[in-house]
């Protein structure tokens, strides 16, 4: 049996959503060189077009994004 493994990167975007509760919106595969401004000025126009509920609530601020990465390991 064989094992193959790799890793996967996931951009977060964190809002709270008008509640204030918190709202993750994560898109895979981000490009390398990403940067905090451009995370923010696609969250300000994802708050601007109001596109994006939870529970029925928009999202009001954007809080923080992250770059996650996971190794993922296939049972073969």
Partial sequence: MQ???HME???ELIFTKSDG???TLSIADPREDVTLA???AAAAKI???G???SGGL???EFV???IKVVTVTVLA
């Fill in 58 to 60: 928009g999202l009001s």
């Fill in 51 to 53: 596109v994006l509920t």
């Fill in 9 to 11: 990167k996931t951009l």
């Fill in 3 to 5: 094992r193959r493994t």
């Fill in 64 to 66: 923080e994004a992250r």
């Fill in 21 to 23: 509760a918190k709202k």
């Fill in 47 to 49: 708050i601007e077009a």
């Fill in 38 to 40: 451009e995370a923010q």
